[in-house]
């Protein structure tokens, strides 16, 4: 088994300083970690929960800053697309495409991303069963892509809550193969919790987290930023990037653990 | 208070013939029974559970046939929209864009279909609250396009499973000030219930449906079928069209009932 | 079919001339409007937030109101039972055993409570499914009492929330025979919504009342007094006295509707 | 830190050979292990799915079998208690009196329970929040008794569903300042789910038990028996005898690196 990925970033780009101040700490804590490192950020906040709400450096500007990370810094990157046209110039550039939850059934967007070649990280959609992701999966793969992540992200729980169903993990890895991600800091997210933006509890995120290494996933995904109070998008989810080194530590622990295990399902046998 | 008004057709659009047949058979329906109606049908199922499911005519093909049905019947008609490209094409001809639930956040899609000018009849999301359907909505009517109509089609609970809570209807018609629409055939689906395709509890769409006209809806969908079992989708929870007539009668009943009082919500005085 | 029968009255017992009190001016109502009235109240909370909520009269208190009440009115009663040996004495005088939700698979106490030959009202758990009802029935009739009323009163959605699944009411009813009856005023509880105690929505009963008639319940349980804000319990969802009979004028309306369709489930067939 | 406690045994009493049996198998285990041990079982199934299941040995049979257990092995015993007046004589003999999820409001019971002075291991109810426990937790510890333990097992999403959310583990240890044990075996209950019985998914035991560990919880509760699927109870989700040690072996591990870690939950600080 390898160890755990990392996919982090801050939830918008901001700026070109930004990307590259925030890509370049967090690679060096990776790299002292010994972990894999995949550097994510939008372009684009096309769902936002009112129209207020900030989007983003748009297409144009973020493709060149992603390919000055990648340059730099030596890391994939990762972003998000919401239309099927988005999709040939971001996988130009962008080593991960990432599908975003609400959009996880949008057929043409899956097939047009899987087209690219690049590797398809799928969010699990909220309003999804574990099971159904294996149909999800396969509009990618038999599009000729077999290159797919799958990212649990909470399930919704009555009104303006998500909660992370665990069994997925296995469930998910078992139906389709794919490694599992676990996003730690959209599980914590609280949707619409406060009318005109997204609240969140930042501070279960290593609760999840640690959940999450235990039962095995192949990554985790969260979002941190220099100053999450000042973010333009999922500051009350982001982890402070002072606190992500320790946050990963911990991690890393467990999913040796977690992983020294031949079986880790072994029930399932 | 107007009697409410009836958005009905089949899920998919399946041939010219087939559209003129089944709009027809509905209007003289809704014709007998005095109410408005509004045809329905899709060109493209954009988010079918799997890729091998049925996708449809297509946009080009279908925007000629909902222009006959208009002229014919003198009908309007509605049909979804999936990517922004969609709106001003399908606005040169059809009355009311429907915004399907898992886009109901997508903000670009949501301000070109409101820049048709035409009526945006939205979904709301299985894993939104009612109150979360204000920004929503504003997204549309602050792109300067008032004509808005929020459908209530069932909110997650649990797996492969929705459940309809009728306090969303007050609630999303006292926030936004937009009529409130029940879909009927959809609020009884079990999304991915069957493996590779949706389930539905079509003995439980007068159930539902009568519920919705108590509360006071300003309108009801319902899709339907000559013969639903051999509908390309959506089969499971269409009414079959023999059985729409008495389906109707007996709401228009409960509808003058509930619409005689002035005041339905009168605890919120 | 009958018209529906109300079941009501204030949630604790507080003392005789109270209990008269209110009783007399509902009954003077239900006479009005020519509908059948059991009249509610409860001896005991036995299941309050916090132990620093008042808990009732208690059982010998309360029993010779409760007889005084059916010899004056000539209406039944109705009070809940929380452990069995409470289930005989309680029987001697009152003419409806209620089981509360959260012990309606608590066998002893449904066998005891059979065992009176009374008739049973059995709260349906907020954690069950209106198929589990079945078994929860069978264990009264199979003991040998086959007088059971099934009470519809919401089903647990993620935290503090409770929603009203309508199709419950023709599933239970197939399932088991039994008259289901919707409980309004418990259906807008917010469990433990307050921290010590719990909240409610008290302008949403008239709105799942509505539905509830239109679904063809065979009763409307709601709790009602004369200042619900000085209520020693469940203050946040009861009907304010003095608004009840346009409550039922609305409902009884509805409910002639509904009823006068010989197959109310149609579908069903 | 202590290493987490086992909390173990057969979901029902079957006979005193078989508890001797059962309960020296799982010591020569936890012995080996270094791990603490309390054997559970019960005297009585008091709220079985239906009437036809089988319900236990009874109060009067199993006490002295409890004492035999203690005094043989040592071990501390747990069993649960249904009517407050089995709690005084099963006090005499057990040291853990658990109170049942769907009777964790009963007041009375809890004080009764309380005031035999013994350990109360409260099951927290599947429709109860984190936060909720808080008022049931004080109905224990305001009676004079401060030794309460909250077990987590699941919290009711749909229907025949139960859903963990790791989330409540730390919420309820900082609410309440009681241990927290998971109950690994109920969680994966599929309450009511083969019509007459419950259903369960024994595979999906080690994963969620996993999650709990790197989560920090004091202690593992899981039913266990030599040959689940002739037990008379609760067989779809208890853990076969024969892979209890391996599943504890890899509990442990997990365990040691959770709280190694001075700060477990560093972010709520």
Redesign the interface.
Known sequence: HLPFMLFAGPCAMESRDHAIEVSSAIKEITDDLGIGFVYKTSFDK??????SSK?GVGLNDALPVFAEVKERLGVPVLTDI????QCAPVGEVVDVLQIPA??C????LLIAAAETGRVIKIKK?????P??MK?VV??VT??GNPNVLITERG???????L?????G??TMARDTGAPIIFDATHS?QQ??GQG?TSGG????????A???????VAGIFAETHPDPDKAPSDGPNMIPLH?LR?FLE?LI??DR??K??KNL????E
Chains 1, 2, 3, 4 share one sequence.
């Open positions: 096309a769902n936002r929960t009112s129209l989007r919401h239309e099927r046209s609400f959009l059934r949008q057929t043409d959609g909220q309003f999804l069963a099971w159904d149909n396969s509009k038999d599009s399930a919704s729980f009555g009104y303006n809550t909660v992370t169903d665990f069994r993990v296995p914590v949707p619409g005109g509890q930042r501070e279960m995120v290593p609760t999840l640690r959940a999450a290494v235990a039962v095995g606190l320790g911990e622990e467990l653990v977690a020294a295990r399902h072994w029930f399932a």
